[in-house]
Every structure is written in structure tokens, then in C-alpha cells.
């Protein structure tokens, strides 16, 4: 009853005009931004986030998810009619999506993504209303060595399961941490690697570091992409609906990828793109129609867009009551309440519950907005689709230098985004996935003060976070995914090193 | 037919290194073929390719399958460019292929079968679904008619390759295929390499960083000093940093070809911002950033660029001054 009194509680927050009008916004613009191919739900938050310091924090915390699952759902369109992923989750989208559009059904597939994704939205709503108040009240009793173990489990698990070499994603985490070491330490006040640099006295702003490292080096790599262009399928209005019997097929794959996304949104390090892609996995073996997987089954689109919907909300379960962000767009959360002087915890539930309601109740009205934009709204997209790139991205420039200068009215904000815009493309290039860094580098400044405080507290004896339980627990989790990873990795050496001697090539 | 008559009057060595690339890797038949010439049209040459090919005995032949690259290999920019090209036509080149992983295990119980790579001609397929379909079917087949198949399937490459030779046209077609020659790929040295320039780089970094933090002060287990974290961080990143070059020493080359004229444009366009947004104000700033940024698309005229970049700076003046009431001047010294 408790949840359901709460609920009500975040549905009057959220439905105030204010609260409901930056719900459209975010929802709106996120899944603009989404629909352009190559530019994913990242992008889009950092560029909304210098918008966000303007309102107060539970609308700016309402708008921010508005345009991250209004992103991720704006990605499948792209996936759908041009086959060009929009978000890297919608990869998956795209393995039937593309052929359900050649076969003359892009209508309907987006109708059932549009579906899915709400009843992937919802799933994942109640799982967050109904688990994250047991977990915040578990959370009170952490001391400072359990935040640092759980921060540190946090780490190494999006840093492992990244995409490409784990060895590469760990040193991208720890660049990261060090990137976040750089202005004046807030426990001595001495300066860090400033080099004189007045502006860097107050550390690199997180907008500055994901407009660079997402917005600059996305928008480089899809400039090609979108030149070599690609055909877009037009829709046949008239076979917009599914069939009954079609409506009864998707019904099953969406619950179980609804429940699926809402289990790995909620753990730290997997995110959208592994929920989508084991549900998909799953939905493959005990689908009726799994033969025909991979050439067009409605099944087939709804199961990965639910499970990206549905992790896309229980994502905030650990960045909220923890304040450990499970992904790259929850790390962007965290900093964003940070700058509004929220630090995300367990006590936030107690603190500020109208906050934490808001947002709750805020995915229903979002996710029945984003069903309204795409299902009668469906053309302004696919018309979105036909503008030539080459109009869209000077335009895309403008506004991240707009945003990144708004922070301080600065220009050396823009210098600083130059370099890391142009050392996140190198690092791209070279296969260095900028998704740790950027989390390692939120997590940073954290992760040092519970290790201060863990070494006062225990009076210089390391040996404090294998004492306490709660700690020596997360800790060994981390050992055990760092040895699972080393393990794997040398086995791939080993393998790509035994086909190397082969004349294959 | 220029391409043609080109070939046939070239000397020798030209001859051979126009013929090499229609013909994946395999240099003695790419000279018994240019003995045949003159050629009198393209199928007479596609037709002493298919000669050449059938007068392979079995060890040759095998040699010459094996020469093959995968589909979509692990290195695609180990492939002749050729074969880079056919490749990306489907997106297999890239690392994020959605058929990566099932290739993969095809390509290994392909392999494992008959001892050489599945070979196929994909200009002859629409789309990678029937590729697969093929794929799947052939893996069932004999090993005999595989044999015979692979010979079947090159000449259909080489075929095909004659056909855009033929049809890019003249002065083109025989430049592409002299730089084909000379080198696979122009950024291999860079690409080669990732592995250890990478880490490298963060090996400077983190010696950087342990040295830092030493100078900060590391302070004692009890009470951390500014430069204990910089410097366990440091140290962690440089262990990290020198297995990188070890284990990646080659890495899986780059993800992409890279944009370099692209990116030019964008990292310009930050700069010209951030030289004129306070000098010049808000909209000058913002319309010359449209401006060098739209730089590289050489299908805009001067007058959409200019239209464009007034659009979106009269359409910031009203989003962000007007409207959103930011602290910008729209012009300055005007």
C-alpha cells in the first residue's frame, strides 16, 4: 500500500503542468535526437544537460530520462527503416527490423516496437517502485569501505563487459578516475595536474568530457556514415496495425523481454545493449516462431525493444539508491544531480521522495507520450529521416558549442571540448571504448573519498574492507568477474594466436 | 572499352598489375592469364581467367583457396582492397557486423570440413540473407563439388570485377588499380600497430600521473595525502597500459577507416566558435561554425551554406537570447 500511496504522491508531482511539460520536452527532443543514425542516447543527454541546470531538480531529473528512453526508443527507428542503428542497443532492432522493412511491413514493425516499448517501460516502472525503497533501506547501513567496494564492483563490471577487450575497457576506467583527480583535491585543497590553468582549478565539467567523447566523436564518425548514405524504407500507411493474431504473438515475447531487460538494467555494467541482446538470445530458443528469426518476425523487434525499454528504467535503481551508475547515461544523471547539489544515495528515498516518486510515476506519463508521438506521430519521424544529413550536422555543431559554452561562458570550455572531442574519435579509432572513461571519471571523486574516509575510519589497516561483510562480499564478486575476464581474454589470445599460424588468410 | 585497350596495349609488367587485383591473390595465374592477350572484349577475358583457373592441379588450387580471406575476418584490413570493397558492401568489414558472430562459427565449421575458407562471390548476392542461406547449404555439400564450386565462385569474383573495372571507366579505374598494387592500405602502418600506440600513450600518462602524485604527496595509509589516488591510479593504468602492448600488440587494427577530412571540419568548426563567439557575438559565431563545418560537402552551394548558417544563427538568437533568456550578445562591435 506503502508503494501505491507513494505512486499516487509522484503522479501529482508529475502531473503538474511545469513537470509534465519538461516530461514532453525530453521525451520529444530525446527521441529527435535518437532518430538521427549514429547519435545515441549519450549524445542526447549531454546535449540536454546544460539545459537541465536551468530547472529545478526533479524536473531537470524527469527531462533527462525523458530524452534517455525517449533516445533509445528513437534509435529503433533509424534501425528499423534504414537498418543504421541510431543507439547501440538498437542493433538488435535492426537484425529483423530491417528485413520486417523490406518485406513492405516497416509500419507495422514500428508499431510493435512502439508497444513493446511500452510495455517494457511499465515492467521495468513497477520493478523500480517495488524494489528500490528495500534496497535504499539496505543501502543505510553501508559504511565508507562498502560504497568503496560497491563502487569499485561498479567499475570493473561495466569496464569487463564493455564492448571489445576487457584489458582496454579497465584502462579506460582508471583513466577515467584519473581524469576526475584533475583540479583542486576537496580534502587538502591543493591543486591536481591544473598545469597553471585557472579554468581547470575546478575540474573538467562532466558536459565538457561527453559532449566531447559522445557528441564531438559521434558526430565525426557518422558524418561518413550518413554521406554514404543508405535508403530509407517508406511506410505503407494503410498496414500500420498488426493482425490479431500477430497482436497475440507479441504479447508473451514482450512480458518475458520486459522482465529479462528489467533484471540486467538493474546490475551494474551490463545496460540496454546486453538486456536486448539476451532477451533476443532467449526469445531465439523458445519462440514458436525461431526459424524464421533473423528474416523478419514481429516477435523478434518487440522482444529486444522491450528488454532495452525496460532496462532503461530499472538503470536508475542502483545510480538512485546506491549512487553507483550501472551505465554510461546514469553516469551523466549522477553528475547532473550533483550539480544541483543532490548527491544520489540511499537517503535520497527519505530526503527527497517526491523526487524519487516523481520520476517513478514520470515513466508512466513518458512512456504514454512516447506511445502518442510514434503511433500517430509516426510520419514527422520517417519525414526526419529524409532531411539530408549535411543540413543536420553544422546545426548538431552549433548546439554543442551553444551548450558547452553556456556552462560558464567560457571559451576555454570549447578548447577543452576540441581536444576531447579529438582524442575520443582517435580513441574510437583504435578501439578504446570512451563509455568506461566517462563513468570512471563520475565515479572517480567518489570512489577517493570513501577511500579516505575507509583508511581514517580503520586507522591505516587496509585489511578493513575484507572485514566487513557487506564489503569483503562485493569485493570478492569483483575478483571473481576480473578472473572470469583475465581468463577469457588469455583463452581469445591464445585462440586468435593458433588461427593466426593457419593459411587461412 | 578503354580499360580494355589499355590493358592490351600495355607492356608486360603494367599488364600484370592491372590483372593482379581482378584476381584475389594469386599471381601466377594473374600472368598466365595476361599471355592471353589481346582480348577482344570483357568476357573474353573473364573467359581466360575461367581457362586459367580450371588448369590448376588440386595442390595449386588448394593454395589458392587458402589465399582467400573469410568473411568478415578479424582483420579486414588485411584484405586486398578489392575484397575490402565487396566486403563492406554487406558491412561486413565492420567489427559490429549483426552476422559477425554466426560467420564466425560458419567460417570454422566451413574450415574444419574441407580444409579451406568458404569462398563466394557476393556481387552475385542481394542481400547477406541469401548469403547465409548459401552459405549453410554449401557447408552440407561434398567435398568435391566445394572444390569445384570455389573455382566456379572465383572466376564469378574476378567476373564481376572485370565488370566494374570495365564500367568505372578509363583514366580511374587503371589509377585505382596501380595504387591497389602498390600498397593494400594506406593507414596500415597506423592500424597495424593500434595495440601498442595506445598503450603506449598510456603508459606516458600514467608515468606522468605516478610522478605527479609523488610530488603531491602521498601522506601516510591513515591519513591519504593529494597525490596518493594520482599515484595508485597511475601505477594501475601503467601495469595495464604495458599488458595492452603485450597481449594487443597488434590490436584488431582500426574500427573504421578514418574521417580524417570530417574531422578536420568539426575541430575547426570548435575553434572558429570559440574565436568569435566573444568577439564577434552569438550569431556571426554561430553561422560562421555552420560554415566551416559544411565545408567538406561539396554537393551544398555557397548560397545553401550561407542560407543554412543565417537560419541557425537567427534561429539561436531566438532559442537561446530570446527565449531562454542566456546571457549571450547576438553581435558585437556592430
Known amino acids: 500500500m506503502d508503494i501505491l500511496a507513494n505512486f499516487a504522491q509522484g503522479l501529482s508531482i508529475v502531473l503538474q503542468p511545469e513537470n509534465l511539460m519538461y516530461c514532453f520536452i525530453g521525451v520529444f527532443l530525446g527521441t529527435f535526437i535518437g532518430v538521427l543514425p549514429g547519435i545515441g542516447s549519450l549524445a542526447a543527454i549531454a546535449m540536454i544537460l546544460p539545459l537541465s541546470f536551468y530547472l529545478d531538480p526533479t524536473s531537470a531529473l524527469v527531462m533527462i530520462a525523458g530524452v534517455y528512453y525517449g533516445a533509445e526508443y528513437g534509435g529503433s527507428i533509424a534501425s528499423i527503416l534504414m537498418n543504421i542503428p541510431g543507439t547501440p542497443a538498437a542493433s538488435i532492432t535492426c537484425i529483423d527490423g530491417y528485413p520486417l522493412a523490406k518485406k513492405g511491413r516497416a509500419g507495422v514493425a514500428l508499431f510493435s ?3 513493446a516499448s511500452f510495455g517494457g517501460g511499465i515492467i521495468g516502472m513497477l520493478v523500480m517502485a517495488a524494489l528500490a525503497p528495500s534496497l535504499a533501506q539496505l543501502a543505510l547501513s553501508f559504511g565508507p569501505p562498502d560504497y568503496f567496494a560497491v563502487i569499485l564492483l561498479g567499475l570493473v563490471a561495466a569496464s569487463a563487459v564493455s564492448n571489445g577487450s576487457a584489458l582496454k575497457g579497465i584502462a579506460m576506467v582508471v583513466l577515467g578516475l584519473m581524469l576526475g583527480t584533475i583540479g583542486i583535491d576537496l580534502t587538502t585543497g591543493d591543486q591536481r595536474f591544473t598545469m597553471g590553468i585557472p579554468e581547470l582549478r575546478d575540474g573538467v565539467h562532466i558536459v565538457i568530457v561527453a559532449m566531447g567523447l559522445f557528441g564531438v566523436s559521434e558526430l565525426i564518425a557518422s558524418i561518413r556514415d550518413n554521406r554514404e548514405g543508405s535508403t530509407t524504407q517508406s511506410i505503407d500507411y494503410n498496414d500500420f496495425y498488426p493482425s490479431k493474431a500477430e497482436w497475440k504473438s507479441l504479447l508473451s515475447p514482450i512480458l518475458r523481454g520486459g522482465s529479462i531487460g528489467s533484471f540486467f538494467g538493474a546490475l551494474p555494467g551490463t545496460g540496454q545493449t546486453i538486456a536486448a541482446a539476451i532477451a533476443y538470445a532467449v526469445e531465439k530458443r523458445i519462440s514458436p516462431q525461431k526459424k524464421k528469426f533473423g528474416t523478419g518476425v514481429l516477435p523478434a523487434v518487440a522482444v529486444p525493444e522491450a528488454a532495452n525499454n525496460s532496462a532503461t528504467q530499472t538503470a536508475f535503481i542502483p545510480t538512485l539508491t546506491l549512487g553507483v551508475p550501472g551505465s554510461p547515461p546514469m553516469a551523466l544523471v549522477i553528475g547532473a544531480l550533483m550539480i544541483h547539489g543532490i548527491t544520489p544515495g540511499p537517503r535520497l528515498l527519505t530526503e527527497a521522495p517526491d523526487m524519487f516518486w516523481g520520476l517513478v510515476a514520470s ?7 512516447l506511445l502518442i508521438l510514434n503511433i500517430p506521430l509516426i510520419g514527422i519521424w520517417t519525414r526526419l529521416l529524409k532531411i539530408p544529413y549535411k543540413y543536420m550536422y553544422p546545426t548538431i555543431m552549433v548546439l554543442i558549442c551553444m551548450g558547452v559554452y553556456s556552462l560558464n561562458n567560457n571559451v576555454f570550455d570549447i578548447w577543452l571540448t576540441l581536444v576531447i572531442g579529438a582524442i575520443g574519435y582517435v580513441m574510437r579509432l583504435y578501439r578504446f571504448e570512451p563509455a568506461p572513461l566517462l563513468i570512471g571519471f563520475v565515479l572517480g571523486p567518489l570512489m577517493e573519498e570513501h577511500l579516505r574516509r575507509s583508511m581514517l575510519l580503520a586507522r591505516g589497516d587496509a585489511m578493513v574492507f575484507l572485514e566487513r561483510p557487506i564489503s569483503a562480499t562485493l569485493i ?3 575478483v571473481g568477474i576480473l578472473a572470469f575476464t583475465v581468463y577469457k ?4 589470445y591464445r585462440h586468435v594466436r593458433t588461427s593466426k599460424t593457419q593459411p587461412t588468410k | 572499352m578503354n580499360t580494355l585497350s589499355k590493358l592490351n596495349d600495355a607492356d608486360d609488367d603494367l599488364a600484370l598489375s592491372m590483372i593482379l587485383p581482378l584476381i584475389e591473390r594469386a599471381p601466377i595465374v594473374a600472368k598466365r592469364v595476361s599471355e592471353h592477350r589481346p582480348f577482344a572484349d570483357d568476357k573474353a577475358l573473364c573467359d581466360a581467367i575461367l581457362h586459367e583457373l580450371r588448369k590448376l592441379n588440386e595442390e595449386e588450387s588448394l593454395a589458392l583457396f587458402r589465399a582467400h580471406p573469410e568473411l568478415a575476418p578479424n582483420q579486414p584490413h588485411l584484405m586486398t582492397e578489392a575484397s575490402q570493397q565487396e566486403q563492406a558492401r554487406h558491412g561486413l568489414t565492420s567489427q559490429d557486423s549483426q552476422y559477425r558472430e554466426k560467420l564466425s562459427s560458419l567460417n570454422d565449421q566451413y574450415q574444419e570440413k574441407f580444409g579451406f575458407p568458404f569462398i563466394v562471390a557476393l556481387a552475385c548476392h542481394e542481400d547477406m540473407g541469401s548469403v547465409i542461406q548459401s552459405f549453410e547449404m554449401r557447408l552440407a555439400d561434398s567435398r568435391e563439388a566445394e572444390v569445384q564450386r570455389a573455382i566456379e565462385q572465383i572466376h564469378a569474383v574476378s567476373s564481376a570485377r572485370v565488370q566494374t573495372l570495365s564500367s568505372v571507366g578509363n583514366t580511374n579505374a587503371e589509377s585505382k588499380t596501380m595504387h591497389s598494387v602498390k600498397s593494400n592500405h594506406p593507414t596500415s602502418s597506423l592500424a597495424v600497430w593500434s595495440g601498442v600506440i595506445g598503450g603506449g600513450v598510456l603508459f606516458i600518462i600514467s608515468v606522468v600521473f605516478v610522478i605527479g602524485g609523488i610530488e603531491l ?13 594520482p599515484f595508485i591510479t597511475g601505477l594501475i593504468l601503467g601495469a595495464l597500459s604495458l599488458a595492452i602492448c603485450f597481449y594487443e600488440l597488434r590490436g ?3 574500427s573504421s577507416t578514418p574521417d580524417w577530412i570530417g574531422s578536420a571540419a568539426i575541430c575547426a568548426a570548435l575553434a572558429v566558435f570559440a574565436l568569435t563567439a566573444e568577439r564577434l557575438g552569438l550569431v556571426p559565431a554561430a553561422f560562421l561554425t555552420v560554415f566551416v563545418a559544411s565545408l567538406p560537402e561539396r554537393n ?26 542566456l546571457p549571450f550578445k547576438p553581435f558585437v562591435g556592430f
Open chain 1, 363 to 369: 515513466f508512466l506519463i513518458g512512456n504514454i507520450m
Open chain 2, 217 to 229: 604527496g602521498l601522506g601516510s595509509p591513515f591519513r591519504l595525502g593529494t597525490g596518493a589516488f
Open chain 2, 252 to 254: 584488431d587494427g582500426l
Open chain 2, 300 to 325: 551544398l552551394s555557397l548560397v545553401s551554406k550561407t542560407v543554412l548558417g543565417s537560419c541557425v544563427g537567427i534561429a539561436c538568437w531566438i532559442l537561446f537570447i530570446e527565449l531562454l533568456n
Open chain 1, 476 to 478: 570478492a564478486i569483483t
Open chain 1, 489 to 492: 581474454s588469455i583463452s581469445n
Open chain 1, 113 to 115: 516496437t512502439a508497444m
